[in-house]
């Protein structure tokens, strides 16, 4: 996203690097004031509420400011970097601040490359609207120049308009708006289609909605003049012994957990049940695994046949692996499993999934599951990677503990708990004898998944861990 200032300089803005996501945290600067930067050169690394990004750079140029320092959370569309271009391209006129007629489409240049977060050659939007009713107006080349604005990247010159003349609004597009100010509006009650937008080239803006809510308010009469009263102090701030006490600001991963767990603890009636099962037979097929030529190379251990065991387990009882649509009143029924992986990572707590994990043997699954440790370990888990998850699985036992009660994941049915494995005193043919033992905990949403097809989906995860060669009997 960018702008022009001074007729050699771009400023770029940060862009919306996630599915409505409305800030993001500089983490860190990679290059400063004075550098000379060139196209898809990554420039910073920003923190979401989802996961670390690395923005490159849409043009050439040398680096006139960083507007932020490292550590400032910014607001989706606040410039960040001002780049001089010197002798590149021509810029681009200012938008006016009153939408005229749209000038004509742009012709593509080239190939139509486009620079995007990652990577080049994302072709032009293919969305199609809905055909208005009415006389046509020419909307749709300030739709797309105002949309490529908001995606981050400046419009390319166009030529002037004949006789610019007045467009009329026109009610059957989607409002042109950012998220904040989509989000403030479904907060006051707003219908965007219903707001007059000022901004450039039909932007509805914070103060557009607030001028729609003042509109709609009957208007009271004015009141006897009073004194006024004397304005109240600000508090201030509460003091703390610094060497007693350290506040840490709650943001990106983060805030982002903590809202999800409290959404996720009030809104899904959770339901966790418990079996301690015997799983010497699983850790001597561990240790034969590492020993297998297709496991060269390849991480095995016991979270593999759990995942394995588990992924079985959803296929004998399917209807476990479904969601709660809420608006439309409905179960959703997954025919995939996307297998999430709880990680704890230095920026906090992370569920990156397996897409289609249902569908990978053995080999292929332990794969997958080392690349995705050690892409979370490195925090480097892109947003897609935790996004679509339908099953997760926690391994609480890495701590030492035993078990514990986990909370769903948003938007998924069922979490399975690993507690630690250790040797206990096990009654084993008729003779107590020492053996490996783990307790495991199934927590899930009881509006869609009853008692019986939870305790099903646990026992059948017992089973095969207790005897894995079910792993072939049932698969």
Not at 235 to 259: H, L, M, Q
């Amino acid at each position: 996203m960018t702008t022009m200032t001074e007729a050699s300089v771009r400023e770029f803005k940060m862009p919306d690097v996630g599915e409505g996501l409305t800030e993001a945290e500089i983490l860190k600067w990679f290059v400063q004031p004075g550098d000379r930067v060139t196209d898809g050169q990554v420039v910073c690394e920003v923190e979401t509420a989802k996961a670390a990004v690395e923005l490159p750079i849409p043009y050439d140029g040398v680096v006139r400011d960083l507007h932020f320092p490292e550590g400032t959370t910014v607001d989706v569309g606040t410039a960040i970097i001002s780049v001089d271009v010197g002798g590149g391209s021509a810029p681009a006129a200012e938008e006016p601040a009153a939408a005229p007629a749209a000038p004509e489409e742009p012709k593509a240049e080239g190939s139509g490359r486009q620079p995007v977060l990652v990577g080049y050659g994302v072709a032009t939007s293919s969305t199609r609207r809905r055909p208005r009713k009415g006389p046509e107006v020419p909307v749709q080349q300030a739709s797309t120049a105002i949309q490529t604005e908001l995606n981050g990247h400046a419009p390319a010159p166009a030529a002037p308009a004949a006789a610019p003349a007045p467009v009329a609004p026109v009610t059957a597009e989607r409002p042109l708006a950012k998220p904040p100010v989509r989000k403030l509006a479904k907060d006051l009650g707003v219908d965007l289609a219903t707001v007059v937008p000022t901004g450039p080239g039909g932007i509805i803006t914070r103060e557009d909605v607030h001028a729609a809510v003042a509109a709609a308010e009957p208007k009271a009469p004015e009141p006897a003049v009073v004194p006024a009263p004397a304005p109240a102090a600000t508090p201030a701030p509460a003091s703390y012994d610094t060497a007693r006490e350290t506040r840490i600001p709650v943001k990106g991963v983060r805030k982002a957990t903590a809202a999800a767990m409290v959404g996720s603890a009030f809104t899904a009636p959770h339901v966790t049940e418990f079996v301690t099962v015997d799983v010497t037979r699983t850790m001597k097929l561990v240790e034969e695994l590492k020993e297998d030529k297709e496991f060269a190379g390849l991480r095995v251990n016991p979270l593999l046949l759990i995942a394995k065991a588990l992924l079985v387990a959803i296929r004998r009882n399917p209807d476990v692996n479904a969601s709660w649509d809420e608006a439309a009143q409905e179960i959703v029924v997954k025919h995939y499993v996307n297998l999430g992986i709880a990680a704890a990572t230095p920026r906090g707590l992370i569920v990156p999934n397996i897409k289609d994990a249902h569908a990978k043997t053995l080999p292929q699954l332990a794969e997958s599951l080392g690349e995705l440790v050690s892409t979370a370990r490195e925090g480097k888990t892109s947003p897609a990677a935790m996004q679509g998850g339908t099953v997760t699985i926690t391994n609480v036992g890495v701590f030492g503990v035993d078990t514990g009660t986990p909370i769903l994941n948003p938007g998924e049915s069922a979490i399975l708990a690993v507690g630690a494995i250790k040797p206990q005193p096990w009654v084993h043919k008729g003779k107590v004898k020492p053996r490996q033992v783990t307790t495991l905990a199934l927590s899930f949403d009881h509006r869609l998944v009853d008692g019986e097809l939870g305790s099903k989906v646990l026992a059948d995860v017992a089973a095969i861990l207790e005897q894995p060669k079910r792993l072939i009997t049932w698969a």
